[in-house]
C-alpha cells in the first residue's frame, strides 16, 4: 500500500503545465479544440444536499479558461449539466439534486455569459453518453450528446477534447473515459486532456460517512487516483493551462 501511495503522490507532483499554444499545435488549430465544462452548476457549488465548496472554488479558474477559449478563436463550448427527473434512478445512492428546471440546475452566476454560442446537455445520471438530450445550441438544433460528439470526431471537427468540473472520480472521469473510448472504437485517434487545477471532488470523512450510514469519500485520494486512472487509459493529465 504505501508503495502504491508513493506512485500516485509521485505522480500528481510530477504533473506538467500546458499552453493553449501547444494544445492548439497538437489539435491542428484552435478551432479542432472542444472544452467540456461539467456540471459547474449552483446545485454542486452553493445550493442544495450536494453542494460543496471544493467545487465552488473552482470557479474562478473554469472561468479563465472559458475565457481564455473563446478569445482564441474556441468554437465548441460544451456543458454538460445534471438535470434530474424527480424519479431519478441516481437517488437510490445520492439524496435528490439538480432537479430539471429548478434553481440547483443552473450553471453557476459567473458562467453563465458563456452560455450564449454554447451547446447545452441536460443529463439524468453521472454520464452524459446514456441521457444527455441538448437543451441549447447556436443554431437552435437540438440533439442527443452521443450522435453529436460522435459526429465532431467522424467529421475531424474536432480532435482535442479538454474536460473540466466535478467531480474527478466520477462525472469527469466518465465524460473524459467515454469520449476517449469513443474516439478508440470509431479509430478516429482523439486527445483528452484534463487539466488537475481545474477538476476535484467532494468530500466526506470516515466519521462523517459513519454518522450518515454512508461510504467514506475521502477526496484527495480519490481526486489523485481517478486522474492516474485516466492517465492509465490514455488521457493526458495536466497540471493547468497555461495562457501562451
Known sequence: ????????????????????????????????IALAVV????????????????????????????????????????????????????????????????????????????LQGSYVFGKNATTAVFSARGKRYPDGAEKDYLPFVRDLLRTRKVTLFIVVGNCTDLCVLQCALSLKLLGNSLDLPVEVVVPEDAVT?????????????????????????????MALNGISVVKSIADN
Open 39 to 114: 456540471d459547474m452548476i449552483n446545485g454542486f457549488c452553493r445550493i442544495g444536499p450536494l453542494a460543496s465548496p471544493r467545487i465552488a472554488g473552482l470557479i474562478p479558474v473554469i472561468a479563465r479558461l472559458a475565457g481564455q477559449y473563446r478569445d482564441r478563436g474556441g468554437r465548441y463550448l460544451l456543458f454538460l449539466n445534471d438535470a434530474h427527473t424527480a424519479e431519478a434512478a441516481e437517488f437510490a445512492v445520492f439524496p435528490p439534486h439538480c432537479l430539471s428546471g429548478t434553481a440547483e440546475g443552473d450553471v453557476v452566476e459567473e458562467l453563465e455569459s458563456y
Open 1 to 32: 500500500m504505501e508503495e502504491i501511495v508513493a506512485v500516485l503522490k509521485t505522480f500528481k507532483d510530477t504533473l506538467q503545465s500546458v499552453s493553449w499554444h501547444d494544445l492548439a499545435r497538437q489539435a491542428g488549430g484552435m478551432e479542432k
Open 201 to 229: 471532488t467532494y468530500d466526506l470523512p470516515v466519521t462523517a460517512a459513519r454518522s450518515v450510514r454512508a461510504l467514506p469519500h475521502p477526496a484527495d485520494a480519490n481526486h489523485i487516483w481517478a486522474l492516474y486512472h
